[in-house]
């Protein structure tokens, strides 16, 4: 009937605990550990905690308490009317009594005032687990912090073999500069470069092979734009001149074709304009050009 009329009556309900205790051990068998506190306003220390997840207050009982029934004396002391509505980080405050756990007997302070901690918040039932807070995503990676010192080591290194014209390694360390640090814009320029040179030496070879000795011209003068010192590329063109202007006399001795000659003599000459025997042939083409009333090339 008390409990009907005052469902929170504190007399009545330890009361209906040791009827509770005495029918589940029998009166000469009640534990020692069910006592009856003092009134939860006469606590004059409590100890600090933050509740983490998967935690309950009568988790807390049993782990100050070392008797999880008491968690009507946490919850009395916070304030909290519904047992359920707790959720992670929720400040609690455990009142100190004179049976603790031992551990737990040094977090010891005392209260100006005790708030009460409980609003509107998630809400799980008794000894559930609690839901986790998402976890924070790492922020991205300042690229201040980046060890520059050996980017720029990288960056050496590669320009050191593009030099050499080692166009596969220098493609190695430029590669390796650009996924470390991206913005570096002199890495990607020469990474860029690098694989093209690497094409037009592979598309110059095949044309070497082929007779096709303008078009590998072209392709070896490609090389240079991208790096003016290349021995390699030099060397390559050096070594098309006499097959180019050979080819360029039969075209305009055999077949009367000065137009084709013409394209090819300027090739030679636009590398090296006082070559005197491709400038005598550009001579010759360009008379039988004018005495075939032709115009090569737009002339």
């Given at each position: 009937?008390?409990?009907?009329?005052?469902?929170?009556?504190?007399?009545?309900?330890?009361?209906?605990?040791?009827?509770?205790?005495?029918?589940?051990?029998?009166?000469?068998q009640k534990p020692e550990e069910v006592i009856t506190e003092v009134p939860a306003k006469d606590y004059k220390e409590y100890i600090e905690y933050t509740l983490q997840s998967g935690e309950s207050l009568s988790m807390l009982a049993q782990k100050y308490y070392g008797d999880k029934m008491k968690y009507d004396i946490i919850a009395d002391f916070n304030d909290i009317k519904d047992i359920n509505k707790v959720h992670v980080g929720l400040k609690i405050r455990v009142p100190v009594l004179e049976k603790m756990e031992p551990s737990y007997q040094a977090a010891k302070v005392r209260p100006e005032r005790v708030e009460k901690p409980v609003k509107d918040a998630e809400v799980v039932k008794e000894e559930e687990v609690v839901k986790?807070?998402?976890?924070?995503?790492?922020?991205?990676?300042?690229?201040?912090?980046?060890?520059?010192?050996?980017?720029?080591?990288?960056?050496?290194?590669?320009?050191?073999?593009?030099?050499?014209?080692?166009?596969?390694?220098?493609?190695?360390?430029?590669?390796?500069?650009?996924?470390?640090?991206?913005?570096?814009?002199?890495?990607?320029k020469r990474l860029d470069a690098s694989k093209k040179i690497i094409s037009y030496f592979q598309n110059?070879?095949?044309?070497?092979?082929?007779?096709?000795?303008?078009?590998?011209?072209?392709?070896?003068?490609?090389?240079?734009?991208?790096?003016?010192?290349?021995?390699?590329?030099?060397?390559?063109?050096?070594?098309?001149?006499?097959?180019?202007?050979a080819q360029a006399s039969?075209?305009?001795?055999?077949?009367?074709?000065?137009?084709?000659?013409?394209?090819?003599?300027?090739?030679?000459?636009?590398?090296?304009?006082?070559?005197?025997?491709?400038?005598?042939?550009?001579?010759?083409?360009?008379?039988?050009?004018e005495g075939l009333d032709l115009k090569c090339g737009g002339r």
């Amino acid at each position: 009937m008390a409990l009907f009329l005052d469902p929170e009556n504190r007399e009545a309900l330890g009361f209906l605990r040791e009827l509770s205790d005495t029918s589940r051990y029998g009166a000469a068998q009640k534990p020692e550990e069910v006592i009856t506190e003092v009134p939860a306003k006469d606590y004059k220390e409590y100890i600090e905690y933050t509740l983490q997840s998967g935690e309950s207050l009568s988790m807390l009982a049993q782990k100050y308490y070392g008797d999880k029934m008491k968690y009507d004396i946490i919850a009395d002391f916070n304030d909290i009317k519904d047992i359920n509505k707790v959720h992670v980080g929720l400040k609690i405050r455990v009142p100190v009594l004179e049976k603790m756990e031992p551990s737990y007997q040094a977090a010891k302070v005392r209260p100006e005032r005790v708030e009460k901690p409980v609003k509107d918040a998630e809400v799980v039932k008794e000894e559930e687990v609690v839901k986790e807070e998402p976890p924070q995503k790492p922020e991205k990676q300042n690229l201040a912090k980046l060890d520059m010192k050996n980017i720029e080591e990288t960056f050496n290194k590669g320009e050191k073999l593009f030099q050499a014209e080692k166009y596969k390694e220098a493609i190695d360390n430029y590669q390796k500069v650009v996924s470390t640090y991206p913005e570096h814009a002199a890495a990607g320029k020469r990474l860029d470069a690098s694989k093209k040179i690497i094409s037009y030496f592979q598309n110059g070879n095949e044309f070497n092979v082929t007779r096709k000795y303008g078009s590998a011209y072209d392709e070896y003068s490609k090389v240079l734009l991208l790096n003016p010192r290349s021995a390699s590329a030099k060397k390559e063109l050096d070594k098309l001149v006499s097959p180019m202007l050979a080819q360029a006399s039969y075209l305009l001795y055999d077949e009367q074709s000065p137009c084709k000659a013409i394209v090819i003599i300027e090739k030679i000459l636009k590398k090296e304009p006082y070559h005197k025997e491709a400038q005598d042939l550009l001579d010759e083409a360009t008379t039988l050009e004018e005495g075939l009333d032709l115009k090569c090339g737009g002339r």
